[in-house]
Protein backbone atom coordinates (compact mmCIF):
# COMPACT_ATOMS: atom_id res chain seq x y z
CA UNK A 1 0.00 0.00 0.00
CA UNK A 2 1.28 3.45 -0.65
CA UNK A 3 2.12 5.78 2.43
CA UNK A 4 3.49 8.52 0.89
CA UNK A 5 1.22 10.39 -1.77
CA UNK A 6 2.33 13.83 -3.47
CA UNK A 7 0.24 16.21 -5.09
CA UNK A 8 -0.37 14.45 -8.55
CA UNK A 9 1.98 17.81 -10.43
CA UNK A 10 3.70 18.16 -13.13
CA UNK A 11 6.04 21.23 -13.25
CA UNK A 12 7.59 23.64 -15.73
CA UNK A 13 9.71 26.04 -15.26
CA UNK A 14 12.60 28.35 -16.13
CA UNK A 15 16.31 27.34 -14.79
CA UNK A 16 17.02 29.32 -11.69
CA UNK A 17 13.39 29.61 -10.57
CA UNK A 18 12.19 27.82 -7.58
CA UNK A 19 10.27 24.08 -7.61
CA UNK A 20 8.30 23.24 -4.78
CA UNK A 21 6.35 20.10 -4.75
CA UNK A 22 4.20 18.61 -1.85
CA UNK A 23 3.91 15.04 -0.35
CA UNK A 24 0.75 13.85 1.70
CA UNK A 25 0.93 10.48 3.70
CA UNK A 26 -1.81 8.55 5.85
CA UNK A 27 0.06 6.80 9.22
CA UNK A 28 2.91 7.51 11.13
CA UNK A 29 6.03 7.31 10.02
CA UNK A 30 9.69 6.76 10.89
CA UNK A 31 11.08 9.22 8.30
CA UNK A 32 10.28 10.16 4.78
CA UNK A 33 12.60 10.50 2.32
CA UNK A 34 12.91 12.31 -0.89
CA UNK A 35 13.88 10.63 -4.68
CA UNK A 36 14.81 11.45 -8.00
CA UNK A 37 14.57 9.31 -11.30
CA UNK A 38 15.95 10.32 -14.11
CA UNK A 39 14.42 9.08 -17.57
CA UNK A 40 12.84 5.93 -15.90
CA UNK A 41 15.96 4.57 -14.86
CA UNK A 42 17.26 3.98 -10.58
CA UNK A 43 16.30 6.19 -8.15
CA UNK A 44 18.62 8.50 -6.55
CA UNK A 45 18.18 9.22 -2.95
CA UNK A 46 18.58 13.15 -2.33
CA UNK A 47 17.10 13.65 1.73
CA UNK A 48 16.29 12.50 4.48
CA UNK A 49 14.12 13.79 7.28
CA UNK A 50 13.24 12.63 10.75
CA UNK A 51 9.92 12.19 12.27
CA UNK A 52 10.95 14.59 15.18
CA UNK A 53 12.63 17.33 12.71
CA UNK A 54 10.55 19.41 11.25
CA UNK A 55 13.09 21.18 8.09
CA UNK A 56 16.30 19.88 6.68
CA UNK A 57 18.88 21.80 4.21
CA UNK A 58 21.31 19.57 1.75
CA UNK A 59 22.76 22.25 -0.65
CA UNK A 60 19.89 23.48 -2.97
CA UNK A 61 16.94 21.50 -1.33
CA UNK A 62 14.64 22.31 1.47
CA UNK A 63 12.49 19.63 3.18
CA UNK A 64 9.98 20.46 5.90
CA UNK A 65 7.82 17.77 7.09
CA UNK A 66 4.90 18.67 9.73
CA UNK A 67 3.89 15.17 11.11
CA UNK A 68 0.46 17.41 12.54
CA UNK A 69 -0.66 17.44 8.54
CA UNK A 70 1.07 14.37 7.76
CA UNK A 71 2.52 16.26 5.09
CA UNK A 72 6.20 17.50 3.02
CA UNK A 73 7.12 19.65 0.73
CA UNK A 74 10.74 19.80 -0.91
CA UNK A 75 11.97 22.69 -2.52
CA UNK A 76 14.69 23.01 -5.12
CA UNK A 77 16.16 26.95 -5.54
CA UNK A 78 17.72 27.79 -8.53
CA UNK A 79 16.73 25.09 -10.37
CA UNK A 80 18.76 24.02 -13.38
CA UNK A 81 17.97 21.72 -16.43
CA UNK A 82 19.81 18.96 -14.43
CA UNK A 83 17.04 19.07 -12.28
CA UNK A 84 14.52 17.68 -14.58
CA UNK A 85 13.32 14.54 -13.39
CA UNK A 86 10.52 12.85 -11.62
CA UNK A 87 10.24 13.51 -7.75
CA UNK A 88 9.14 10.80 -5.29
CA UNK A 89 8.66 10.62 -1.16
CA UNK A 90 8.70 7.42 0.47
CA UNK A 91 7.81 6.92 4.13
CA UNK A 92 9.50 4.29 5.83
CA UNK A 93 6.39 3.27 8.19
CA UNK A 94 6.77 2.53 12.04
CA UNK A 95 6.38 -1.38 12.69
CA UNK A 96 7.87 -2.78 8.82
CA UNK A 97 10.33 -2.61 7.04
CA UNK A 98 9.23 -1.10 4.07
CA UNK A 99 9.78 1.84 2.32
CA UNK A 100 6.46 2.79 0.50
CA UNK A 101 6.56 5.55 -2.93
CA UNK A 102 3.95 7.85 -3.27
CA UNK A 103 3.42 9.04 -7.07
CA UNK A 104 5.87 11.44 -7.93
CA UNK A 105 5.94 14.86 -9.22
CA UNK A 106 7.69 15.57 -12.99
CA UNK A 107 9.72 18.53 -12.84
CA UNK A 108 10.93 19.80 -16.09
CA UNK A 109 13.29 23.05 -16.10
CA UNK A 110 13.80 24.75 -19.43
CA UNK A 111 16.95 26.00 -19.95
CA UNK B 1 31.85 1.24 -4.31
CA UNK B 2 28.56 3.25 -3.27
CA UNK B 3 26.66 1.18 -6.27
CA UNK B 4 24.28 -1.40 -6.83
CA UNK B 5 24.74 -3.20 -9.82
CA UNK B 6 21.95 -4.94 -11.64
CA UNK B 7 22.05 -7.28 -15.14
CA UNK B 8 20.77 -7.57 -17.34
CA UNK B 9 19.57 -4.08 -18.50
CA UNK B 10 16.75 -4.79 -21.12
CA UNK B 11 15.33 -8.54 -21.02
CA UNK B 12 12.95 -9.67 -23.45
CA UNK B 13 11.01 -12.46 -22.84
CA UNK B 14 8.66 -15.21 -23.73
CA UNK B 15 5.37 -16.39 -21.72
CA UNK B 16 7.49 -19.53 -21.89
CA UNK B 17 10.88 -18.57 -21.12
CA UNK B 18 12.52 -19.21 -17.81
CA UNK B 19 14.95 -16.17 -16.74
CA UNK B 20 16.91 -14.82 -13.76
CA UNK B 21 17.32 -11.12 -12.73
CA UNK B 22 20.79 -10.33 -11.20
CA UNK B 23 21.39 -7.37 -8.32
CA UNK B 24 24.90 -7.07 -6.68
CA UNK B 25 26.42 -4.88 -4.07
CA UNK B 26 29.45 -4.70 -1.99
CA UNK B 27 28.81 -2.09 0.40
CA UNK B 28 27.80 -4.41 3.61
CA UNK B 29 23.95 -3.77 3.57
CA UNK B 30 22.42 -6.31 4.89
CA UNK B 31 18.99 -5.39 3.77
CA UNK B 32 17.51 -5.92 -0.23
CA UNK B 33 14.56 -5.02 -2.17
CA UNK B 34 12.72 -5.79 -5.28
CA UNK B 35 10.24 -3.11 -6.80
CA UNK B 36 8.40 -3.47 -9.92
CA UNK B 37 7.34 0.20 -11.67
CA UNK B 38 4.58 1.08 -14.43
CA UNK B 39 5.58 3.34 -16.83
CA UNK B 40 4.41 6.88 -15.04
CA UNK B 41 3.79 5.24 -11.81
CA UNK B 42 5.43 4.89 -8.34
CA UNK B 43 8.26 2.13 -7.71
CA UNK B 44 5.76 -0.84 -5.63
CA UNK B 45 7.58 -3.60 -3.22
CA UNK B 46 7.63 -6.76 -4.18
CA UNK B 47 10.18 -8.75 -1.68
CA UNK B 48 12.66 -7.69 1.02
CA UNK B 49 15.68 -9.22 2.29
CA UNK B 50 16.65 -9.15 6.11
CA UNK B 51 20.07 -10.60 6.45
CA UNK B 52 19.37 -13.09 4.09
CA UNK B 53 16.08 -13.89 4.99
CA UNK B 54 13.42 -13.25 3.06
CA UNK B 55 11.41 -11.05 5.45
CA UNK B 56 8.25 -9.40 3.33
CA UNK B 57 6.95 -10.83 0.52
CA UNK B 58 4.14 -8.43 -0.63
CA UNK B 59 1.83 -11.35 -1.80
CA UNK B 60 3.76 -11.50 -5.47
CA UNK B 61 2.55 -13.94 -8.01
CA UNK B 62 4.85 -17.57 -7.46
CA UNK B 63 5.71 -16.78 -10.95
CA UNK B 64 8.19 -14.33 -9.47
CA UNK B 65 10.85 -16.12 -7.16
CA UNK B 66 13.34 -14.45 -4.96
CA UNK B 67 16.60 -15.77 -4.08
CA UNK B 68 19.61 -14.03 -1.64
CA UNK B 69 22.38 -17.09 -1.93
CA UNK B 70 24.89 -14.16 0.56
CA UNK B 71 24.34 -11.19 1.63
CA UNK B 72 25.57 -9.14 -1.34
CA UNK B 73 23.35 -10.95 -4.09
CA UNK B 74 20.28 -10.85 -4.87
CA UNK B 75 18.02 -13.05 -7.77
CA UNK B 76 14.99 -13.12 -9.47
CA UNK B 77 13.50 -15.79 -11.31
CA UNK B 78 11.15 -15.88 -13.64
CA UNK B 79 8.75 -17.82 -15.11
CA UNK B 80 5.69 -18.16 -17.28
CA UNK B 81 5.50 -14.38 -16.60
CA UNK B 82 2.27 -12.79 -18.55
CA UNK B 83 2.63 -9.68 -20.65
CA UNK B 84 1.33 -7.60 -18.09
CA UNK B 85 4.73 -8.28 -15.77
CA UNK B 86 6.40 -6.06 -17.99
CA UNK B 87 7.88 -3.19 -16.29
CA UNK B 88 11.16 -1.86 -14.63
CA UNK B 89 12.58 -3.93 -11.72
CA UNK B 90 14.79 -1.71 -9.29
CA UNK B 91 17.12 -3.71 -6.73
CA UNK B 92 17.88 -1.84 -3.95
CA UNK B 93 19.70 -2.00 -0.55
CA UNK B 94 20.09 -0.81 2.91
CA UNK B 95 22.75 -0.49 5.19
CA UNK B 96 20.24 -1.95 7.74
CA UNK B 97 16.18 -2.17 8.02
CA UNK B 98 14.89 1.49 6.77
CA UNK B 99 13.15 1.77 9.96
CA UNK B 100 15.10 1.13 12.93
CA UNK B 101 18.51 2.55 10.71
CA UNK B 102 16.83 6.00 9.63
CA UNK B 103 18.23 5.30 6.59
CA UNK B 104 18.96 5.56 2.51
CA UNK B 105 17.84 3.01 -0.16
CA UNK B 106 20.25 2.82 -2.52
CA UNK B 107 19.03 1.51 -5.94
CA UNK B 108 20.10 0.24 -8.98
CA UNK B 109 19.49 1.04 -12.38
CA UNK B 110 17.05 -1.22 -13.13
CA UNK B 111 16.12 -4.56 -15.56
CA UNK B 112 14.08 -3.06 -18.11
CA UNK B 113 11.45 -6.46 -18.87
CA UNK B 114 9.37 -7.22 -21.81
CA UNK B 115 7.07 -10.41 -21.77
CA UNK B 116 5.79 -11.05 -25.43
Known amino acids: SQQGEEDPQALSIQEGENATMNCSYK?????LQWYRQNSGRGLVHLILIRSNEREKHSGRLRVTLDTSKKSSSLLITASRAADTASYFCATAVRGNNRLAFGKGNQVVVIP | DTEVTQTPKHLVMGMTNKKSLKCEQHMGHRAMYWYKQKAKKPPELMFV???????INESVPSRFSPECPNSSLLNLHLHALQPEDSALYLCASSQTGLVKGNTEAFFGQGTRLTVV
Open chain 2, 49 to 55: YSYEKLS
Open chain 1, 27 to 31: TSINN
